[in-house]
């Protein structure tokens, strides 16, 4: 029994009002506690941005190169990640439950890459994504595809069972071959995955216009990587996307592809939290290179 609290006086301090802080994540000032909570698990309140590691395109095309073994690859580059991008397959058996980022759990998949792609189902329940501790769950959305319809109600689904548990939905806005990644395409699959609930939206830079397509989405965009570029490119191009409004990225191959994933990663972490300059950013990734080199040579691993 705790002794009786006798101090006095108490400090109530009537004359002060509620602190209210208002939630940092864009459009979702009006959500609930445990919906704003998993959000800045995935968005760093300080910057207000997320450098997301995507490891999840086994889900439709198998044991793709560098993921081969998340275990041993992946497994060490969690700690530098905001958040992490995959399938409860990968995460159950692959990443120690110690770690502490944000998870973004892969919620759909059926077609794998021998078949048409955008003919996914909702492939995860909601009760599953709350007995790992998701902090969100993504689906992949069709805008023009063959499916376009089927994958914008599995999102709307996700979006309603998400609401009913405070999980946030990540539409991720995929591209077929036969489709230009322009602004005018982008603008409208991203405005239409944010119009129909999803609380972030993925999807791929674009040269000219990006800047319209981030401003014109009510909710946070964060850049999709696409496939491997220079690591000067990569960092370049995610640089850019954050200076026209996009809030993070959400990259796969560009980082585990790299020749050196763990100096890769924090390169793109300092320019989506410091905006560090692609030179500066390119720099920081050889210098760290360079020294996880030397350790690995050191101990006999190199
Ligand atoms: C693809 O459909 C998956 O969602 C991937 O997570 C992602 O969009 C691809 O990542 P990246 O293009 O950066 O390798």
């Not at 230009?180 to 119009?195: F, K, N, P, Q, V």
């Amino acid at each position: 029994m705790p002794e009786a609290d006798q101090s006095e006086p108490k400090q109530f301090r009537p004359d002060v009002p509620q602190a209210r802080t208002p939630f940092f994540v864009k459009g979702a000032g009006a959500y609930d506690w445990g919906m704003q909570n998993r959000l800045a698990r995935i968005f760093r309140p300080d910057s207000g941005r997320t450098a997301m590691l995507a490891v999840d395109h086994g889900y439709f095309q198998g044991p793709t190169t560098g993921l081969e073994r998340i275990d041993l690859d992946i497994a060490p580059l969690v700690v530098h990640a905001d958040a992490l991008m995959l399938t409860r397959g990968s995460l159950r058996s692959s990443i120690p439950a110690s770690m502490t980022g944000g998870i973004v759990l892969r919620a759909s998949g059926g077609p794998s890459i021998l078949k048409d792609l955008s003919d996914e189902q909702i492939a995860l329940d909601i009760e599953d994504a709350l007995r790992l501790g998701a902090s969100a769950v993504a689906v992949q959305v069709f805008i023009g595809g063959e499916c376009e319809s089927q994958t914008v109600i599995n999102m709307t689904r996700l979006v309603d069972a998400g609401l009913r548990f405070g999980m946030p939905v990540l539409a991720v806005t995929a591209v077929g071959r036969e489709l230009t990644r322009d602004a005018r395409y982008l603008g409208l699959a991203t405005r239409i995955c944010a119009e129909l609930g999803a609380q972030i939206v993925k999807t791929y830079y674009c040269e000219e216009g990006f800047a319209d397509i981030t401003a014109g989405c009510p909710v946070p965009i964060v850049m999709a990587g696409g496939k491997k570029l220079s690591e000067r490119d990569a960092l370049e191009m995610a640089y850019r996307a954050i200076d026209q409004g996009a809030a993070g990225v959400d990259m796969g191959r560009n980082i585990f592809q790299s020749a050196c994933p763990a100096a890769m990663i924090q390169a793109v972490a300092a320019v989506v939290h410091e905006m560090e300059r692609p030179e500066r950013a390119h720099q920081r990734y050889l210098d760290l290179k360079a020294a996880i080199d030397r350790g690995r040579q050191k101990s006999g691993k190199g």
